[in-house]
């Protein structure tokens, strides 16, 4: 069958599932994990993994193997996926207020969209970084990283982390062990222990009784407050449709849920991730950041922590995520439950994935935000009743910004995703061409995926960090000038970088033109102010910025003397017009 004819029965079939949708506008539940990797069944990842209540979603859904993120860091990957729009297109790169970057805040969240088109908004737990309430009808509770330790002066660390890794990261990426009662427990130190958690806004202290029931996890909450919605939902009749979002925290850090997810995988019998010695060797990850980089010294921390026995070391904080993986797991069932035990289960489409990756010791690495497969790469299964096949899976390389025009598809909504021209439109292709059939090559999106990674401080997209996977290959770009290559037909684990190989100068040269082309194309054609490799100068912004600020000096809009970023983006912008 030639691929004319693929497309030809998939648009048929499309057009049929958009004519039963159209009668009634499905549900939508998005669910979010924080830091989770293909540790899980059904996606090539820890062998030992226990998710059944995952592999249950895949049998009724369609899993894409080879989804990656944007950029392998919480805040940025969020409002990048979350408004469609790629960091390079915003410049939203760090850590820094999304509502503050002019494309993003001038941009829809995804939650506003449905809003705008009839859908009720409902959600809770770590979906954004700095909140946007207005996006949401109703809104649980924010991001809630505990429970934390509690010494009766300040949270700490959980009692049983060993040092230094408590002492160097303290009670969040310096903390791991099993939720149980602290109640008469002797830790050597004087301390008596109890548990908290909250965030910013609340903190809630914790029952833990040795004998009774327990207060519930942040997670924990979470869900049952999702299958009380569900629940209520299900008995409506002629109710508008819903967008429920739930960000789930495990396993990010604390690694810290109940012991019998940690019974679930005995130190003795556990399996630790195929790892090269000296396999950080070719890499220029730690070269990038000037050998200051949280995932080589969390590495080198852990570690130390078990006298510099790496396996033993290793074990520990496997184990200790694997746990996290698999209670999640399980308040994934209650919310599934929920939704097939009611008359939602025909009409609710369902999203499960996680913002980034995470690295589990490979390359002397523990942490996300690298450019290598353990930290780009995320599980992301969709259920569309009438339109995914299930147990399917696709092959092909997709973004986290493909969610965004996806779900656009799939519930008809219409109208801008920007709020004014200052807005960016979103980037990413709909994933429903896939959806519908899985094999199909030319489905509409591009041959690689993008991600990036933020340079401190810089403000030329063009001089950032990124990756480019495709299909068969992995290609690595620092703003040093220093490149990975790795085949992925015959290096699964990114052992061998093909950089330096000569043999590989017309496929590497390929890579350099097909990065600059992803970048600079929508940077000229955004509405923010970044800059091309041409229009760069130094790698340094301010640097550029006064560049600019000679050129134009009448951009100094109140005439201090002084060119700010906001005189700067507007009278950038201005000239665009003109132009």
Known sequence: MNRM??????????????????????????????????????????????????SRLMDSGVSFQQMHCTIPICAPSRSSFFTGIYPHTSNNFGMDNWNQNSVLANSKTIFAHFQENGYRTIGTGKLMHHHAHADWDEFREEADYGPYAYNGTQQVPHPQTPAPLRNDFGKIDGSFGPFVSLQGKDFGDGKRYTWQRGNWKNIYDMSFPQKGTRDLTADEANAQWAVEKLNGYSGESDAKPFFMGIGFMRPHTPLIVPQRFYDQYPLESLELPEILQGDAEDTYLKKSRGGNDRGLKLFNSLVA??????????????????????????????????????????????????????????????????????????????????????????????????????????????????????????????????????????????????????????????????????????????????????????????????????EYAARLASFRKQLDQRITIRASTSASPVATSKEASSDDGEKWKS??????????????????????????????LDN
Request: with cysteine.
């Open 5 to 54: 004819t693929l497309r030809t029965i998939s648009l048929a079939i499309f057009l049929a599932i958009d004519i039963t949708f159209a009668l009634a506008k499905p549900n939508v539940i998005l669910i979010v994990c924080d830091d989770l990797n293909t540790d899980i069944e059904g996606f090539g990842g820890h062998p030992q993994s226990q998710t059944p209540n995952i």
């Open 305 to 502: 922590s078990y006298d510099g026995d790496v396996e033993l070391a290793l074990k520990h904080f496997t184990q200790a995520y694997l746990a996290c993986v698999a209670s999640v797991d399980e308040l994934l069932g209650l919310i599934l439950d929920a939704v097939d035990q009611s008359p939602l289960k025909d009409n609710t489409i369902i999203v499960f994935t996680s913002d980034h990756g995470w690295g589990t010791g490979p390359k002397d690495y523990v942490y996300k935000n690298s450019l290598w497969e353990e930290s780009t790469r995320v599980p992301f299964i969709i259920r569309a009743p009438g339109v995914a096949q299930k147990g399917a899976d696709v092959e092909l390389p997709t973004s986290l910004v493909d969610l965004y025009p996806t779900l656009i598809e799939l519930c008809g909504l219409s109208g801008d995703t920007r709020r004014n021209e200052q807005g960016a439109v979103i980037d990413g292709n709909s994933l429903v061409p896939l959806m519908i059939n899985p094999v199909i090559d030319d489905w509409g999106g591009p041959e690689g995926a993008l991600t990036a990674i933020h340079k401190w401080k810089d403000m030329d997209p063009m001089m950032q960090n990124y990756s480019l996977r495709t299909k068969d290959w992995r290609y690595i770009r620092y703003y040093t000038g220093d490149e990975e290559l790795y085949d992925h037909r015959s290096d699964m684990f990114e052992w061998d970088n093909l950089a330096s190989n000569p």
């Open 547 to 576: 560049i600019y600020f000679k050129k134009y000096p009448e951009a100094d809009i109140n005439k201090d003397g002084m060119l700010t970023w906001p005189e700067f983006k507007q009278h950038k912008s201005s000239k665009k």
